[in-house]
C-alpha cells in the first residue's frame, strides 16, 4: 500500500515528487500532540476535525439549515457566520441567534464568526462594532469558540474580546484570510507565529493558490509551524479546486480541523461532508501504524 502511493505521487511529476519529499519530513503523528477540548472534543488530536458553515440573510434561514447538522456525525464543529445575516451590524440581532442556533445542533460546539469584507466576508465592518458583536455573543454565553481577524487585534476593543474569551474558558482562532493569492512561505509562516505569538487557542491562515507550487508552500509552512509548535492547533487550507488536497491531507501536514459543506459552500473548495470525511478516515487508516 505505501508503495503503491508513493508510485502514485512520483507519477503526478515534479509536485507529487514534492508533496512525498514534504510528507516524508512530516513530523511523527503531527496532529497527535497539543490540543484543546471543547465540549469533549479534542481539537489537534486524532484525525482533523470538520467544521459546517450555517449561513443566512434572515435568523430564520439560518434555523432552518441548523438542526439538519445535528444528526450528522461527520460534522464535529458548527459555524454561525455573523456576516451573511441581513442585520449583521446589529450586535444584539446578531447575538440572539446564537443560543437558539447552539440549542438546534445536537451538543456540537459552536464557533461564532463574522468575517470581515476585507477578508472574504460579507459585511463590512469598522473594530468597535466588531469588538461589540463579538461582546454581544459572548455575553450569551452559547458559544464554545471565536473567530477574531489577526489584523484586528491592534484595536484594543478587539484584543479585550480576546482576553474576555478565553478567561471565560471560550476558545479563540486567530485568523488569516488571503483571498488574492498566496504569500511567500516566509510570510505565512511569521503570520502563523504572530497568532501564536498572540495567544491564539488555534492559529488560523486560508490563502487562495494559482499553481500546485502555492498549495505545496501552503503544506510545507503548515508543516513547519507544527514543528516548532506541536502544542498549538493549526487551521490551514488553499482555497478553490486546487486546494482540495489541503482540505484533507491534516493528519499528514499538521492542520487540526477543515471545513466542509452541507449544500452551499461557505469558502471556495468545500466538499461535500460526508465525501470529506469518506477521504479523510481513509487517510487515517492508512497512516495507522
Not at 432552518?64 to 457566520?81: F, N, S
Not at 455573523?82 to 446589529?90: G, K, N, P, Q, V
Amino acid at each position: 500500500m505505501a508503495d503503491l502511493k508513493r508510485r502514485d505521487l512520483l507519477a503526478a511529476g515534479a509536485g507529487g515528487a514534492a508533496l512525498l519529499a514534504l510528507a516524508g519530513s512530516a513530523p511523527a503523528g503531527a496532529a497527535q500532540s497539543g490540543a484543546i477540548r471543547v465540549k469533549g472534543l479534542a481539537i489537534g488530536e486524532g484525525r482533523p476535525k470538520i467544521i459546517v458553515s450555517v449561513a443566512g440573510k434572515t435568523p430564520e434561514a439560518v434555523l432552518e439549515q441548523a438542526p439538519a447538522l445535528a444528526g450528522r456525525p461527520e460534522i464535529d464543529i458548527v459555524e454561525l457566520r455573523i456576516d451573511h445575516l441581513a442585520e449583521a451590524l446589529d450586535p444584539a440581532a446578531s447575538a440572539a441567534l446564537a443560543a437558539p442556533v447552539a440549542a438546534s445542533i445536537g451538543g456540537k460546539p459552536l464557533l461564532a464568526t463574522f468575517r470581515t469584507k476585507r477578508e472574504g466576508g460579507e459585511t463590512a465592518i469598522e473594530p468597535p462594532r466588531y469588538a461589540a458583536l463579538y461582546q454581544a455573543l459572548l455575553d450569551t454565553k452559547a458559544v464554545d469558540l471565536i473567530d477574531l481577524e489577526l489584523a484586528l487585534l491592534e484595536a484594543p476593543a478587539v484584543a479585550a474580546v480576546q482576553r474576555r474569551a478565553q478567561g471565560t474558558g471560550v476558545a479563540v482562532l486567530l485568523s488569516h484570510h488571503d483571498f488574492g493569492g498566496t504569500p511567500p512561505t516566509e510570510r505565512m509562516l511569521a503570520l502563523l507565529e504572530e497568532q501564536a505569538a498572540r495567544g491564539a487557542d488555534i492559529c488560523k491562515l486560508a490563502v487562495m493558490p494559482k499553481d500546485a507550487g502555492d498549495v505545496i508552500r501552503l503544506l510545507d509552512a503548515t508543516r513547519q509551524m507544527r514543528s516548532r509548535h506541536p502544542d498549538r492547533p493549526l487551521l490551514t487550507m488553499a482555497m478553490g479546486a486546487l486546494g482540495a488536497v489541503t482540505r484533507v491531507s491534516g493528519a499528514v501536514f499538521g492542520s487540526a480541523a477543515t471545513f466542509g459543506k452541507v449544500g452551499a459552500a461557505s469558502a471556495p473548495g468545500q466538499m461535500d461532508v460526508a465525501e470529506l470525511r469518506s477521504v479523510i478516515d481513509a487517510l487515517g487508516r492508512a497512516l495507522e501504524p
